[in-house]
Antibody, heavy 123, light 108 residues
Framework: QVQLVQSGAEVKRPGASVKLSCKASGYMFTSQYLHWLRQAPGQGLEWVGIIHPSGGSTAYEPRLHGRVTMTRDTSTSTIYLELDRLTSDDTAVYYC????????????????WGQGTVVTVSS | EIVLTQSPGTLSLSPGDRATLSCRATHNVDKNYVAWYQQKPGQPPRLLIYAASIRATGIPDRFSGSGSGTDFTLTVSRLEPEDFALYHCQQYGSSQGSFGQGTKLQIK
């Protein structure tokens, strides 16, 4: 079945970097855009960025621009999110999600979600 | 940026009741591109409705969406025990999408 499987929980010190992964299966990886979102404890959902799995184009939430990098590996159908210079405000559950489609850039509804990765930033 | 306000913040109802959840935008949402998600504790969100009124695959017909412009509504016609959860609305009509803060639907 169609699914997105994310990497495990991370605990990081302030100022460090974190790299998360999200492996897609059950559909053609290059056919639909993929996104990262996050949800801080007790808060709503926040969009982080989008990547075009085929061409690798990206767009990011302006407030995070300069600290976030999204990449993909088409050979393993996996996307990555790297977030630098972490602060306690980055503590959240991070989700990858598939765009509902077709081809709305940079935002869309999300029809398939990963299980989430907990990132904790603490000294 | 379009800001979405969901109301009420918490809704207390009983199984079998009808639930009406509101999502109001500060500006018109282009093409009524509003989605609704259900989220249970420890789980990712689940897409219920997109384009304001289209049910996603596998979603029971007791869930319906309506509205246009700045005012959107999610209705659950007859609540089942598994419907008690957190609900999010999202607009994706502008280049900078946004989410509401959520409505918690709890058992009365």
């Amino acid at each position: 079945q169609v699914q997105l499987v994310q990497s495990g929980a991370e605990v990081k010190r302030p100022g460090a970097s974190v790299k998360l992964s999200c492996k897609a299966s059950g559909y053609m990886f290059t056919s639909q855009y993929l996104h990262w979102l996050r949800q801080a404890p007790g808060q709503g959902l926040e969009w982080v960025g989008i990547i075009h799995p085929s061409g690798g184009s990206t767009a990011y939430e302006p407030r995070l621009h300069g600290r976030v990098t999204m990449t993909r590996d088409t050979s393993t159908s996996t996307i990555y999110l790297e977030l630098d210079r972490l602060t306690s405000d980055d503590t959240a559950v991070y989700y990858c999600a598939r765009a509902k489609g077709p081809e709305r850039w940079p935002v869309d509804a999300f029809d398939i979600w990963g299980q989430g990765t907990v990132v904790t930033v603490s000294s | 940026e379009i800001v979405l306000t969901q109301s009420p913040g918490t809704l207390s109802l009983s199984p079998g009741d009808r639930a009406t959840l509101s999502c109001r935008a500060t500006h018109n949402v282009d093409k009524n591109y509003v989605a609704w998600y259900q989220q249970k504790p420890g789980q990712p969100p689940r897409l219920l409705i997109y384009a304001a009124s289209i049910r996603a695959t596998g979603i029971p017909d007791r869930f319906s969406g309506s509205g246009s412009g700045t005012d959107f509504t999610l209705t659950v016609s007859r609540l089942e025990p598994e419907d008690f959860a957190l609900y999010h609305c999202q607009q994706y009509g502008s280049s900078q999408g946004s989410f509401g803060q959520g409505t918690k639907l709890q058992i009365k």
